[in-house]
């Protein structure tokens, strides 16, 4: 199934009058003082209308610096160079400026024609560029050398490079990188090195600067080029996985993360009924700046050093390849592994199906990368750690969405629209609406075809949505049609209005998929803390004594302490995190809470001080909920040492309601290491009188 292009309100370009065929990029030079990247871009274009006479790519705020154009000679293949009347138009506010290039005589509005541009650049220096991130040498574990690494989802590609930013266009794409001496380059493809970029990353400490050439054979859309440079090593783990990192991570992460891809890998290929496309598999441990989990670029993972705890697989090393290990003894193998982590590692390999195989074509359908990744995530997992392990997932999900519909519905009503499952973003950054809804909202979406066609037919249906738009762009319209080709009758029963353009989330039954042992031990512990569900389905908190509290918890938990789970702890605290109302509970209550579900992982300790991020933020947040003033310094440690956007944007909000001065203090010292996207996230967050406090109103 193709769709028809058509133009994207994210992007300047004209790209269904003139495509791009394949990309090149090279950073030339690297200056960590200016915080800029020198470079070019060579974009091979084929003209699609008679009509086009000029080629439109997306910049931001870099300097052009020249611009050459040229016809490819038919038969010789040659590029006749000249050098056209480019201009740029004046900026608009998130989408940067159009740059507009003749396409050169000889191809003008001659379909399917060829010919190049190489535009140069110098990027604006530091924060003017948001499509990377400058990390000082302290940031980093060595701290020896600095880092600099690209994040360009979903539409910062263009802040550093001018091309067609948008994910409708998608080609493979070739880059080279010229490094100051003592740093080594990885990128989202595959190490191809050659006589002017002769360099490798390997297991060996950097030493000199020198050239990287990566390639990508498999067409992707500009968000997913991707780069790093720093003081980096490569440790392999197997024949196609490995870690790339500070030398100080590499080790470490191998050791934990051994056989976790290797098993998704396989896993994902099984239940999709497609191979893995993309070669080799490798994970980039970045510092805890980094404002995500993980970022799905092909090849390579970008994930964030939080997720690394110590933990181990059953057996850490093998004399066979992980790839002669039956799936069965690798799923055994990594059951010890830290349950956070492999979520995250599973979901970002997920992507090579969703999302990088099969694209979303614009912003507002996220949820074809999303939500189809959650789904085929939880059905790795279950293939992994079995069926119940797959509803308990889908459960907490559910709470996550929950979560997500709440937070955009009792915000400012325009941004009441992001609660929705294709939400209308033409007038923002699509950032903006960044949220867990495409996600959660997105696979609750699939719930409900499962829920119609029954479990293996949607399997049977994904494996054919995967291998029918593989390589290629997909839009909620052609999704649903193809589910209606296939499955006429249930897709005219499901109202589409309500499940994908409704805001508020209307009551749900997915109890069939989500019912297990794991859940009900769940509730028993929310019974036992004095929780339920009102009348109107929000949940609610009987008051208690923390005496009272301690007693009834630790009874349930102590008795039933093997089955008790990290996701029971995250799912735990989500749906006292979802109680409405100011305070719902005493500090004395949440520091109870914080206390016995600390004991019951680790045997003693707090939750909001376990080295699981995904846990110790929401027992801080769940503190701060019951405005508990004793949380102050653990509050600062927690928020100075790490930049995730989604934890930053919670505890900010929560902290500045308690008290906005301790917020703005925490904020005004912390600043500096976070990542520009998360300084947005935390200053709205904020809100005017944190800002003040920080010293920034
Ligand atoms: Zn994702």
Same mark, same amino acid.
């Given at each position: 199934?193709?769709?028809?292009?058509?133009?994207?309100?994210?992007?300047?370009?004209?790209?269904?009058?003139?495509?791009?065929?394949?990309l090149?990029?090279?950073?030339?030079?690297?200056?960590?003082?200016?915080?800029?990247?020198?470079?070019?871009?060579?974009?091979?274009?084929?003209?699609?209308?008679?009509?086009?006479?000029?080629?439109?790519?997306?910049?931001?705020?870099?300097?052009?610096?020249?611009?050459?154009?040229?016809?490819i000679?038919?038969?010789?293949?040659?590029?006749?160079?000249?050098?056209?009347?480019?201009?740029?138009?004046?900026?608009?506010?998130?989408?940067?400026?159009?740059?507009?290039?003749?396409?050169?005589?000889?191809?003008?509005q001659?379909?399917?024609?060829?010919?190049?541009?190489?535009?140069?650049?110098t990027?604006?220096?530091?924060?003017?560029?948001?499509?990377?991130?400058?990390?000082?040498?302290?940031?980093?574990?060595?701290?020896?050398?600095p880092?600099?690494?690209?994040?360009?989802?979903?539409i910062?590609?263009?802040?550093?490079?001018?091309?067609?930013?948008?994910?409708?266009?998608?080609?493979?794409?070739?880059?080279?990188?010229?490094?100051?001496?003592?740093?080594?380059?990885?990128?989202?493809?595959?190490?191809?090195?050659?006589?002017?970029?002769?360099c490798?990353?390997?297991?060996?400490?950097?030493?000199k600067?020198?050239?990287?050439?990566?390639?990508?054979?498999?067409?992707?859309?500009?968000?997913?080029?991707?780069?790093?440079?720093?003081?980096? %090593?490569? $440790?392999?783990?197997? =024949?196609?996985?490995?870690?790339?990192? /500070?030398?100080?991570? !590499?080790?470490?992460? &191998?050791? *934990?993360?051994?056989?976790?891809p290797?098993?998704?890998?396989?896993?994902?290929?099984?239940?999709?009924?497609?191979?893995?496309?993309?070669?080799r598999?490798?994970?980039?441990?970045?510092?805890?700046?980094?404002?995500?989990?993980?970022?799905?670029?092909?090849?390579?993972?970008?994930?964030?050093?939080?997720?690394?705890?110590?933990s181990?697989?059953?057996?850490?090393?093998?004399?066979k390849?992980?790839?002669? %290990?039956? $799936?069965s003894?690798? =799923?055994?193998?990594?059951?010890?592994? /830290?349950?956070?982590? !492999?979520?995250?590692? &599973?979901? *970002?390999?997920?992507?090579?199906?969703?999302?990088?195989?099969?694209?979303?074509?614009?912003?507002?359908?996220?949820?074809?990368?999303e939500?189809f990744?959650?789904?085929?995530?939880?059905?790795?997992?279950?293939?992994?750690?079995?069926?119940?392990?797959?509803?308990?997932?889908?459960?907490?999900?559910?709470?996550?969405?929950?979560?997500?519909?709440?937070?955009?519905?009792?915000?400012?009503?325009?941004?009441?629209?992001?609660?929705?499952?294709?939400?209308?973003?033409?007038?923002?950054?699509?950032?903006?609406?960044?949220?867990?809804?495409?996600? *959660?909202?997105?696979?609750?979406?699939?719930?409900?075809?499962?829920?119609?066609?029954?479990?293996?037919a949607?399997?049977?249906w994904?494996?054919?949505?995967?291998?029918?738009?593989?390589?290629?762009?997909?839009?909620?319209?052609?999704?649903?049609?193809?589910?209606?080709?296939?499955?006429p009758?249930?897709?005219?029963?499901?109202?589409?209005?309500?499940?994908?353009?409704?805001?508020?989330?209307?009551?749900?039954?997915?109890?069939?998929?989500?019912?297990?042992?794991?859940?009900?031990l769940?509730?028993?512990?929310?019974?036992?803390?004095?929780?339920?569900?009102?009348?109107?389905?929000?949940?609610?908190?009987?008051?208690?004594?923390?005496?009272?509290?301690?007693?009834?918890?630790?009874?349930?938990?102590?008795?039933?302490?093997?089955q008790?789970?990290?996701?029971?702890?995250?799912?735990?605290?989500?749906?006292?995190?979802?109680?409405?109302?100011?305070?719902?509970?005493?500090?004395?209550?949440?520091?109870?809470?914080?206390?016995?579900?600390?004991?019951?992982?680790?045997?003693?300790?707090?939750?909001?001080?376990?080295?699981?991020?995904?846990?110790?933020?929401?027992?801080?947040?769940?503190?701060?909920?019951?405005?508990?003033?004793?949380?102050?310094?653990?509050?600062?440690?927690?928020?100075?040492?790490?930049?995730?956007?989604?934890?930053?944007?919670?505890?900010?909000?929560?902290?500045?309601?308690m008290?906005?001065?301790?917020?703005?203090?925490?904020?005004r010292?912390a600043?500096?290491?976070?990542?520009?996207?998360?300084?947005?996230?935390?200053?709205?967050?904020?809100?005017?009188?944190?800002?003040?406090?920080?010293?920034?109103?």
């Amino acid at each position: 199934m193709t769709t028809t292009p058509r133009p994207d309100v994210h992007s300047f370009s004209n790209f269904t009058q003139v495509t791009t065929r394949s990309l090149d990029l090279s950073v030339s030079s690297i200056d960590f003082e200016q915080k800029t990247l020198d470079g070019f871009s060579c974009l091979e274009l084929e003209v699609l209308s008679s009509e086009a006479k000029e080629v439109v790519l997306d910049i931001g705020k870099q300097k052009i610096t020249g611009v050459t154009a040229g016809v490819i000679g038919r038969e010789s293949g040659v590029t006749q160079w000249q050098t056209p009347n480019f201009s740029i138009d004046p900026p608009t506010e998130h989408l940067g400026r159009p740059l507009r290039i003749p396409i050169p005589e000889g191809a003008k509005q001659q379909k399917g024609a060829l010919f190049h541009v190489k535009i140069h650049f110098t990027t604006a220096p530091g924060t003017e560029t948001p499509g990377v991130d400058w990390l000082p040498a302290e940031s980093t574990s060595s701290q020896t050398h600095p880092l600099v690494y690209s994040q360009f989802q979903a539409i910062l590609a263009r802040t550093v490079f001018p091309c067609m930013d948008c994910p409708a266009v998608k080609a493979p794409f070739a880059i080279t990188v010229t490094t100051p001496d003592g740093m080594a380059v990885a990128c989202s493809g595959t190490s191809a090195p050659t006589a002017e970029a002769p360099c490798q990353i390997s297991a060996a400490v950097p030493v000199k600067g020198g050239t990287y050439r990566y390639v990508q054979t498999n067409p992707v859309p500009s968000y997913l080029i991707a780069f790093a440079c720093g003081h980096l %090593v490569h $440790l392999p783990m197997s =024949a196609r996985c490995g870690v790339v990192g /500070d030398p100080k991570e !590499v080790a470490p992460g &191998v050791e *934990e993360l051994r056989g976790v891809p290797e098993a998704a890998i396989r896993a994902a290929e099984e239940i999709t009924g497609v191979r893995y496309h993309w070669g080799r598999y490798d994970i980039l441990v970045l510092p805890r700046f980094f404002p995500f989990g993980g970022m799905e670029n092909p090849n390579l993972t970008f994930m964030n050093a939080c997720l690394l705890t110590g933990s181990r697989p059953l057996v850490p090393e093998s004399e066979k390849d992980e790839s002669e %290990v039956p $799936l069965s003894d690798l =799923a055994k193998r990594i059951s010890s592994v /830290d349950k956070c982590l !492999v979520d995250v590692v &599973v979901h *970002e390999i997920c992507h090579s199906w969703a999302g990088n195989l099969v694209t979303n074509a614009q912003w507002c359908d996220f949820w074809l990368n999303e939500g189809f990744d959650e789904y085929l995530t939880r059905a790795v997992l279950e293939r992994l750690f079995g069926a119940d392990y797959r509803k308990f997932q889908h459960r907490v999900g559910l709470g996550e969405m929950e979560k997500a519909v709440i937070e955009w519905m009792e915000g400012p009503e325009e941004e009441r629209e992001y609660a929705k499952v294709v939400p209308n973003v033409d007038s923002i950054d699509p950032d903006d609406a960044f949220s867990r809804i495409p996600y *959660e909202r997105g696979c609750a979406v699939l719930l409900r075809m499962e829920q119609k066609i029954g479990r293996q037919a949607m399997i049977l249906w994904l494996k054919s949505h995967f291998s029918d738009n593989a390589k290629g762009t997909v839009t909620t319209e052609g999704v649903l049609q193809h589910f209606k080709e296939k499955h006429p009758k249930a897709h005219a029963e499901l109202d589409w209005q309500e499940i994908l353009y409704r805001s508020d989330y209307p009551p749900h039954d997915f109890e069939d998929i989500v019912a297990s042992p794991a859940d009900a031990l769940l509730q028993e512990a929310l019974r036992a803390s004095g929780v339920s569900r009102g009348s109107d389905g929000k949940p609610k908190m009987t008051p208690m004594e923390a005496g009272d509290l301690k007693e009834k918890l630790s009874a349930v938990l102590s008795s039933s302490s093997a089955q008790w789970s990290d996701l029971h702890t995250s799912a735990y605290l989500d749906e006292l995190l979802l109680i409405p109302g100011e305070r719902p509970l005493s500090p004395e209550c949440a520091q109870v809470i914080d206390s016995i579900l600390g004991s019951v992982r680790d045997g003693g300790g707090d939750i909001s001080s376990c080295p699981v991020t995904e846990l110790s933020y929401r027992a801080l947040w769940l503190r701060l909920r019951a405005r508990d003033l004793s949380v102050e310094g653990l509050l600062r440690s927690f928020l100075c040492g790490i930049g995730r956007g989604v934890y930053l944007k919670a505890l900010y909000c929560e902290a500045a309601k308690m008290d906005a001065q301790m917020a703005g203090r925490i904020y005004r010292e912390a600043r500096g290491r976070y990542h520009p996207t998360a300084r947005t996230q935390a200053e709205k967050a904020l809100g005017p009188e944190g800002l003040k406090a920080a010293g920034l109103d």
